[in-house]
């Protein structure tokens, strides 16, 4: 299958600091990409829909000023975590898809910790 | 309210038995229906994917059905080894135009030897 790589696959930092992940679709132009949040033994909670070269649609509930989203490319989208707070810790998941009712490909996720 | 339920317990089952899990949904009207599994700590990984239009899809010892009327599609592994112990994940795919998944909760299956 497809792979989706996201970077990096965990980090820790400080309260109040702003933290980058990377979503790469390494062997297929991805013009759509998702990000999701997944807490302990939850299911994933979609955050925001990324399409290349415009701005990401976000989920109700979810704030766009804390959490940019950035899609440059086909096969490269950005999750920023701005001024985090322990409560921003979580495991934050990626997806793209090539296509219309296509499958959807993960990355491996990425634990984040904020202390 | 839309939903999408699956069972919560975990399914415990001998390696070489079938693993049967379900996945209902309540107020939706998927365009398909995704399979994933995740381990703990892991991205999901892509099983199967099937259309509101197909009834049955299978690869190697994975068989999904799909029916739209009782809104519900089981999944299930046939002799079942203890590396597929995992969560195993449905999830809706929408025609919103951007292929929106809405996911389950998630049925953690655990096969023993």
């Known amino acids: 299958g497809a792979v989706v790589s996201q970077h990096p696959s965990r980090v820790i930092c400080k309260s109040g600091t702003s933290v980058k992940i990377e979503c790469r679709s390494l062997?297929?132009?991805?013009?759509?990409m998702f990000w999701y949040r997944q807490f302990p033994k939850k299911s994933l909670m979609l955050m925001a829909t990324?399409?290349?070269?415009?701005?990401?649609?976000?989920e109700q509930g979810v704030e766009k000023d804390k959490f940019l989203i950035n899609h440059a490319s086909l096969t490269l989208s950005t999750l920023t975590v701005t001024s985090a707070h322990p409560e921003d810790s979580s495991f934050y998941i990626c997806?793209?898809?090539?296509?219309?009712?296509?499958?959807?490909?993960f990355g491996q996720g990425t634990r984040l910790t904020v202390v | 309210s839309q939903k999408i339920e699956q069972n919560s317990e975990a399914l415990n089952i001998q390696e070489g038995k079938t693993a049967t899990l379900t996945c209902n949904y309540t107020?939706?009207?998927?365009?398909?229906l995704q399979w994933y599994r995740q381990d703990p700590g892991r991205g999901p990984v892509f099983l199967l994917l099937?259309?509101?239009?197909?009834k049955e899809k299978r690869k190697e010892r994975l068989k999904v059905t799909f029916d739209t009327t009782l809104k519900q599609s089981l999944f299930h592994i046939t002799a079942s080894q203890p590396a597929d112990s995992a969560t195993y994940l449905c999830?809706?795919?929408?025609?919103?135009?951007?292929?929106?998944?809405?996911f389950g909760t998630g049925t953690r299956l655990l096969v023993s030897p």
């Open positions: 990324s399409n290349e070269g415009s701005k990401a649609t976000y």
């Open positions: 107020n939706y009207s998927p365009a398909y």
């Open positions: 999830a809706l795919g929408m025609n919103t135009g951007f292929q929106k998944l809405v």
């Open positions: 997806s793209a898809q090539g296509g219309m009712n296509t499958e959807a490909f």
């Open positions: 062997d297929f132009q991805a013009t759509t």
């Open positions: 099937i259309r509101e239009n197909e």
